[in-house]
């Protein structure tokens, strides 16, 4: 496994297990992420070539939601390649002495950046010209794991695996474990550790892969597609999925992941651009992080509910896409819902993805409202003509109307399995 590239990792095959089926009737699936009047609509930051770049703060109203929640009190495990604790952005924010002693070895010693870009997209100060995070009082407890890209034997044998990871970040007191790798290999020590994770009632995260032009639609990546863990894809500034963002039923979510800045090396002297379900599942580890600091008595399964019911959709909360999953994350609908009801807590709301129930939404889904057909985009029409089911006019919700997302080609309807541990 490696850490912002999905590539095949060793141990058992995923096709060797019992799957869990879900039926889909989306195509091409793309939104906006700016909440106008309770909506979305594009906006970007001015271009700054000496800045990092985070459209997506000024897309998902960051500023606005800070007023409501900074994340302060919510502490995020970051299973990766270490984190760095001396950048500007990370000074004070990443509590070492909070690693298990167990998984003490290199926690605060990066060996890619990727850790520690991770870190800061989702708990950054920005100081220092470094990467605002999304949920800047929230604190990070770093640990380090062997992802593939540790060269060096000694090290490797000394750093832990992603099991261990996932159960110290389990026994931690982390409330959101983000799990920013994966691979198409299934080991059943890290599904016992998702269990293990799991029962300790923390929310999982993970990266759906960077490999769908690669592996193709439908491929299982792990640990995204073990049952609990929320798969996160990656979309841009248009909410356009990236084509690279693994499609299939692993996807439960999608976050901006296109065109965000990374530490470029472990020199951490600056950054580069770069894109990935890696970004997108820190960002959407973060987006849980604010939601659970404005709502500390919530359990796991409301934190992520919400988050699921405000998704930003123009399907039915009942068929999830394959592409953005139940659609874009939207914390800022959460948080200007002073009585949203999270619904009961120990009800898990991906119940049927993962085997257990029927999975029905607890609170409203968001409206939506139709707006004038047009052309699908460059981008948009790679789903047309997949699959069965009548065929359709392409349109848009959105704009300044209650929707988000643009259906591209004619609709389809197929069976998705995921991996049941």
């Not at 708990?123 to 990467?131: E, F, H, N, Q, Y």
């Not at 009082?137 to 832990?160: F, N, W």
């Not at 894809?233 to 356009?240: V, Y």
């Not at 998704?311 to 948080?335: C, F, H, Q």
Request: charged residues 20%.
């Amino acid at each position: 496994m490696r850490p912002g590239i999905s590539r095949p990792g060793k141990g058992n095959s995923a096709t060797g297990a019992a799957g869990r089926r879900r039926v889909v009737a989306t195509c091409a699936v793309f939104g906006a992420w700016v909440v106008v009047g309770g909506v979305l609509a594009p906006q970007t930051f001015a271009d700054d070539p000496a800045a990092p770049d985070q459209w997506y703060l000024a897309a998902m109203h960051a500023p606005e939601m800070w007023r409501a929640s900074t994340g302060r009190g919510v502490k995020v495990a970051v299973v990766d390649t270490g984190v760095n604790p001396d950048t500007p952005s990370l000074k004070g924010q990443v509590l070492a002495d909070e690693v298990p002693k167990s998984a003490a070895y290199g926690a605060t010693e990066d060996y890619q950046g990727h850790g520690t870009t991770m870190a800061e997209l989702i708990a950054g100060t920005g100081k220092g010209d470094g990467l605002q995070g999304l949920a800047p009082d929230a604190k990070i407890i770093p640990l380090r794991v062997s992802l593939g890209t540790l060269k060096d034997p000694s090290e490797q044998k000394l750093t832990q695996s992603s099991a261990a990871g996932i159960r110290a970040a389990a026994d931690s007191d982390a409330k959101i474990i983000n799990l920013s790798y994966g691979g198409l290999g299934s080991r059943p020590e890290d599904a016992e550790a998702v269990k293990y994770a799991l029962s300790k009632g923390k929310l999982l995260f993970a990266a759906t892969g960077n490999d769908e032009e690669i592996n193709g639609d439908g491929a299982m990546e792990f640990p995204a597609s073990y049952p609990g863990v929320v798969g996160v894809g990656a979309a841009d500034q248009k909410g356009t999925v990236g084509h690279f963002s693994q499609s299939g039923d692993s996807v439960d979510l999608a976050s901006p992941g296109l065109h965000v800045a990374k530490w470029c090396d472990t020199t951490f002297k600056k950054y580069c651009p770069s894109q990935g379900t890696s970004q997108a599942s820190a960002i959407a580890s973060a987006s849980a992080a604010l939601i659970w600091s404005a709502h500390p008595t919530w359990t796991a399964n409301q934190v992520l509910r919400t988050m699921i019911d405000t998704a930003g959709r123009s399907w039915d909360r009942s068929t999830p896409s394959k592409y953005l999953g139940y659609g874009l994350i939207r914390p800022r609908l959460v948080l200007e819902q002073a009585r949203i009801d999270p619904g009961p807590a120990g009800a898990d709301p991906l119940a049927r993805e993962n085997g257990t129930g029927g999975g029905a939404p607890a609170t409203p889904a968001v409206p939506s409202s139709s707006a004038p057909p047009r052309t699908p985009g460059k981008g948009e029409a790679r789903a047309a003509g997949e699959g069965g089911g009548d065929s359709g006019t392409p349109w848009l919700i959105g704009g300044v109307a209650a929707g988000v997302l643009v259906i591209g080609g004619g609709v389809f309807a197929a069976l998705r399995t995921r991996r049941r541990a």
